[in-house]
């Protein structure tokens, strides 16, 4: 499995194949990579990525330029030779995980896959990783030669797209921990979590009683953080008490009558305690608010 040949265009690069390469990376370590043009050399190939005019994924052909491309996804974005090698790749690279797979093409690949192509609709504006991974071409004022800046940028991808995997599988596995926590709660305006989980899609999603979640943070101490109308937004289903707003320690102990309370965020949407029971009693308090 180390001793394939893998192929893909010479000079400019672009997201696709750089991410195409940093993908393949992780299940063929010590492949040998080629950047041509050269048909002779293309067609003894391994694996041919973003060039040759071809797809056959049993054939390891992967490019999307031949007239008609290589299909598209149901909501229309076409695929890139990185969306290719997803398909044939993505579950085998997440370790078997079908779910975590369909989550990296959502979050990642199929926004590389669109932008390559042309398809901005749904695309957000400002730098985009594509747009990133553009800036390691040389410009006119550099003699760095392209081959040499292309395995800096695989080497950036590849970490971008291990972190991407690792966020995803994160997200996929809380959801039956939250969910859990969710079924459990004594009272579903609050929900306890054992350790700090990402909680907001899975509480959204299955909880529209839901106003406080408590999760111990990091350092020892815990937290009660108010449930957001949506995701992404900055108004909350329930704020925490006004008199809280920006008040820590002594202050907001007096204004609690809670010992061990240690600040409220003065947007309401956070706030702590040392201890798991005065979390709790400040949840209650904000409850009869």
Not at 136 to 155: G, I, M
Not at 275 to 285: D, L
Request: charged share 20%.
């Amino acid at each position: 499995m180390n001793d394939k040949t893998i192929v893909t265009h010479n000079g400019n690069f672009h997201a696709d194949d750089v991410f195409s390469i940093a993908a393949l990376k992780s299940i063929f370590p010590a492949f040998k990579l080629i950047r041509t043009r050269d048909l002779a050399v293309i067609a003894q190939a391994d694996i041919v990525i973003d060039v040759g005019g071809e797809y056959n994924p049993d054939a390891g052909r992967f490019d999307h330029h031949q007239r008609g491309g290589a299909g598209e996804r149901e909501n229309g974005i076409p695929y890139s030779s990185f969306g290719l090698i997803w398909q044939k790749y993505g579950v085998e690279i997440c370790q078997g995980d079908p779910d975590v797979a369909k989550s990296i093409d959502t979050g990642l690949v199929s926004t590389i896959d669109a932008i390559d192509c042309g398809h901005v609709e749904g695309v957000s504006k400002g730098i985009s990783l594509s747009q990133t991974i553009s800036m390691f071409n040389p410009t006119w004022q550099e003699e760095s030669d392209f081959d040499h800046c292309f395995d800096e940028a695989v080497e950036f991808a590849s970490r971008v797209l291990t972190r991407f995997i690792a966020s995803a599988s994160g997200g996929i596995n809380a959801k039956s921990i939250v969910a859990k926590a969710i079924d459990n709660a004594a009272d579903p305006r609050v929900i306890v979590l054992e350790k700090y989980t990402p909680w907001k899609t899975t509480v959204h999603t299955l909880s529209k009683e839901a106003l406080y979640v408590i999760y111990p943070s990091g350092s020892g101490p815990f937290r009660i953080q108010t449930v957001p109308v949506e995701l992404g937004s900055f108004e909350d289903r329930k704020s925490l008490p006004k008199a809280w707003a920006g008040l820590a320690d002594q202050a907001l102990q007096e204004v609690t009558g809670i010992d061990d309370a240690m600040f409220c965020h003065n947007g309401l949407f956070i706030a702590g305690a040392q201890s798991f029971e005065s979390a709790m009693k400040m949840a209650a308090i904000a409850l009869e608010e």
